[in-house]
């Protein structure tokens, strides 16, 4: 089982759509849970940062960790076309930058 | 504008020539990365350096070569040992070697061919 399990994809909705993107892993000291949004031939940029269990919101995205369940989600709410991107999550054990484990990543697009 | 530059935007080398990738950061960051991404893979960390001249390797560095001379810059060498090379490459940088927060260049696709 490899430590970080994300879907590829590809997910297609609708202008407007709440979606909901997941990651599920199997290393219980995980701590920090992050989101990056990558477009198309682009580096990845950090879109959601949360430490431990609970949910962060900023603005149209909501991060959720679910720490018993091994179960990161992140949602996007009236989703719009420039959304687009395919979306890594990473999670580490400590602080430590070298210590990132990133999904595969998930594609979405948004179609208006 | 503050950022991380990666120069050549698409490489392309013959196979079993060594190749050298650019990255340069104005962010007076201390820690730099080289990730490299390939389709369907996550972002692997090949070489990290956390200070100036010191360097560590990552999970993939058989292939690859680093040096850090100068805190704004991380070379990254493929070197022909490389058995394949052909991939996305991502260099990043952080404040400190103990932030979370990464910062990603534009990336350099290399073909080897």
């Known amino acids: 089982q490899k430590e970080v399990e994300q879907d590829p994809g590809p997910l297609s909705v609708p202008e407007g759509a709440i979606v909901s993107l997941n990651c599920t892993y199997s290393n219980s000291a995980f701590q920090y849970f992050m989101w990056y949004r990558q477009y198309s031939r682009k580096g990845p940029e950090l879109l959601m940062y949360t430490y431990s269990s609970g949910n962060k919101e900023d603005g149209r995205f909501t991060a959720q960790v679910d720490k018993s369940s091994k179960y990161i989600s992140l949602f996007i709410r009236d989703s719009q076309p420039s959304d687009s991107a395919t979306y890594l999550c990473?999670?580490?054990?400590?602080?430590?930058?070298?210590?990132?484990?990133f999904g595969k990543g998930t594609t979405l697009s948004v179609s208006s | 504008d503050g950022g991380i530059t990666q120069s050549p935007k698409y490489l392309f080398r013959k196979e079993g020539q060594n190749v050298t990738l650019s990255c340069e950061q104005n962010?007076?960051?201390?820690?730099m990365y080289w990730y490299r991404q390939d389709p369907g893979q996550g972002l692997r960390l090949i070489y990290y350096?956390?200070?100036?001249?010191?360097?560590q390797k990552g999970d993939i560095a058989e292939g690859y070569s680093v040096s850090r001379e100068k805190k704004e810059s991380f070379p990254l060498t493929v070197t022909s040992a490389q058995k394949n090379p052909t991939a996305f490459y991502l260099c990043a940088s952080s404040i400190d070697p103990e932030a979370y927060e990464q910062y990603f260049g534009p990336g350099t696709r290399l073909t080897v061919t």
């Open positions: 990473a999670m580490s054990a400590n602080q430590a930058g070298t210590a990132l484990i």
């Open positions: 350096s956390q200070i100036v001249n010191d360097f």
């Open positions: 962010l007076n960051h201390d820690a």
